[in-house]
């Protein structure tokens, strides 16, 4: 009875630790989706050139419902509201061209994060949530490579 008592304390130990993780990463979530809309906006301000903006719009416009539904996950975990800034100091690129490159990059990790809150995520709902932000953001890598290979 004893031994068993033990065994409840630890499971409930790891899952209190994997819902830690799992805040810890849609917060992390919600800071890159700040700072892209705050990166796409300034690489539209960069070109008057509209095939150019329609594409950065496409990911600009996503990121800002990423941001939300990331919101409404970490409020339905722990009841909290949790609300984070925009940056607003970025880094910064020389050229269009090389804001491009690090996009192509900065979709492909983000695809890789949000895999990782897939997979800790247990709630059907959220679950499709995270599915849908994961294929918009494969949508928005092939976009800044079709965009990549429109500059070059
Ligand atoms: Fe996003
Ligand atoms: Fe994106």
Do not use: C, W
């Not at 989706?33 to 329609?54: C, F, S």
């Not at 910064?92 to 995520?121: C, F, P």
């Amino acid at each position: 009875m004893y031994y068993n008592r033990d065994i409840d304390y630890y499971e409930q130990f790891r899952e209190m630790n994997k819902i830690e993780s799992l805040n810890n990463l849609i917060i992390k979530a919600m800071n890159a989706e700040r700072h892209d809309r705050v990166k796409y906006q300034t690489m539209m301000e960069t070109t008057n050139d509209p095939m150019v903006k329609k594409q950065i719009k496409f990911a600009y416009d996503d990121e800002i419902k990423h941001y939300t539904m990331f919101q409404q996950m970490y409020y339905m975990i722990t009841g909290r509201k949790m609300d984070i800034p925009l940056p607003s100091n970025i880094e910064k690129y020389n050229t269009l061209m090389d804001a491009v490159q690090s996009s192509i990059e900065g979709e492909s990790e983000a695809v890789d994060l949000y895999r990782e809150i897939y997979a800790h995520m247990t709630n059907k709902r959220m679950r499709d949530e995270i599915f849908e932000i994961i294929t918009d953001e494969q949508e928005h890598f092939g976009r800044f490579i079709y965009l990549y290979s429109m500059l070059k």
